[in-house]
């Protein structure tokens, strides 16, 4: 639901609720009223006769108010208050429906008389047809308004909140790699001009720092490989010259650690573009083709540790993906099952169109199988492993929302992609 619909759900609940209060108040407000207004009135009519009998002790009140009488009292007469006001409610059999009957009894002393002057006036009750009636009308007064309610809410809030839907669009626009700036529309409201400032000066910094980090790692890469390589090359001179054997072994050994660092640069300035990354320019790929000729170029190498490769590639399963960031993911899983097998062991690779899995035998990993996945960790320390592979692929597997798990069973590493989403 959107943020126009929940300002009308608000909006059409608010009037609900306020419609049904007021008319609970107004109904019992207009009852009070009436017995108020009918109170009044007696007490205006016992007032008018005292001082029609003030003046003229002999006046017919009977003759204009049939419905008051007025009563001498006895001179030992022990009533202090002044008036008395009674409600009750009577069944009328001429009308057929309970009536009101209201008194208003006042007790003056005219003349040295304490007189007993009662008013009274009827008031019939309204009928539950009637009610029905009313409530009726103001049901359908309720509907009225929460239609119109509903209607105004979406058509003011949808103008009202432009801005931000326009930001929404802009965002899902932004590009680290593009110089546009974004386009945010001019609005009067100060939490979206404060939008718009927050938005304008997060795109700028995060383009300037996308941009500074890709220097960095151009740099980094450069600068790090030349001087590798250089050493690299005088090490291996050093190796074809008149060497004793052990400092032709130290010479190899650091031959290996250089090739280590030199995979362990290239992978981190790999983990760093992929921060960056954008998956708009990959193409649907033949990943089984793919698969098929990595496995190919591996196979050499498994016939050396005598490794046994069975396969069940699954024919024409195409994916969506970059073909170089498709081959990274194939062969630092091929590598990872090659490195950590055991002598005389096996890989057992399948693809489907819906999942991608290499099985391998090996030691139990030394760790939790979930922390594989994190930057220099390794499930046997002494592999000659850098710990990154997997970390490199989780991450390009994320940049395509696949799934990837890790399980260890029956000295069995499986590692499993979902391929589908």
Do not use: C
Not at 349 to 365: A, M
């Amino acid at each position: 639901m959107n943020l126009s619909f929940r300002f009308a759900r608000a909006f059409t609940i608010l009037v609900f609720f306020v419609l049904i209060t007021g008319f609970t108040i107004l109904y019992f407000a207009f009852e009070r009223a009436t017995m108020r207004s009918a109170i009044v009135k007696l007490e205006d009519l016992n007032t008018y006769i005292t001082h029609r009998l003030e003046k003229d002790s002999a006046y017919d009140y009977l003759k204009f108010h049939r419905q008051t009488q007025v009563k001498i009292l006895p001179p030992d007469t022990k009533i202090t208050k002044e008036k008395i006001i009674e409600e009750k409610y009577t069944w009328n059999k001429s009308i057929q429906s309970y009536i009101n009957r209201i008194s208003v009894t006042s007790y003056p002393v005219i003349h040295q008389k304490k007189y007993s002057i009662t008013s009274i006036r009827y008031i019939t009750i309204i009928e539950n047809q009637f009610i029905m009636s009313i409530i009726m009308v103001v049901a359908w007064i309720m509907v009225f308004l929460i239609i119109l309610t509903i209607i105004v809410s979406v058509l003011v809030s949808k103008k009202i909140l432009n801005p931000f839907y326009h930001a929404m669009e802009e965002i899902k626009k932004f590009s680290l790699k593009d110089d546009r700036s974004m386009d945010l529309m001019k609005t009067e409201t100060e939490e979206f001009k404060s939008l718009n400032k927050f938005l304008l000066k997060m795109s700028e910094s995060s383009k300037k720092d996308y941009h500074l980090l890709e220097e960095l790692s151009e740099n980094t890469s450069h600068e790090l490989q030349t001087p590798l390589a250089s050493i690299k090359g005088k090490i291996e001179l050093l190796m074809d010259s008149e060497l004793s054997e052990n400092q032709l072994i130290t010479l190899s050994s650091m031959n290996d650690e250089l090739d280590r660092l030199s995979s362990i640069n290239q992978s981190l300035i790999l983990l760093a573009k992929l921060e960056h990354f954008e998956k708009n320019d990959s193409q649907r790929i033949n990943f089984s083709e793919l698969l098929k000729e990595r496995l190919q170029y591996f196979e050499d190498l498994f016939e050396i540790q005598n490794l046994s490769l069975v396969k069940e590639i699954q024919e024409n399963v195409y994916l969506n993906f970059d073909e170089n960031l498709a081959s990274i993911v194939i062969n630092n899983l091929i590598n990872n099952s090659k490195r950590h097998n055991i002598k005389d062991g096996k890989i057992l690779v399948t693809l489907t169109e819906n999942f991608f899995q290499i099985s391998n035998t090996g030691n139990p990993p030394s760790i939790p199988t979930e922390e594989l996945f994190k930057r220099f960790k390794r499930g046997n320390p002494d592999q000659n492993s850098i710990g990154i592979g997997l970390a490199l692929v989780k991450k390009i597997l994320e940049i395509y929302d696949y799934e990837i798990s890790y399980h260890f069973e029956g000295k069995l590493h499986t590692i499993r992609i979902n391929l589908t989403k």
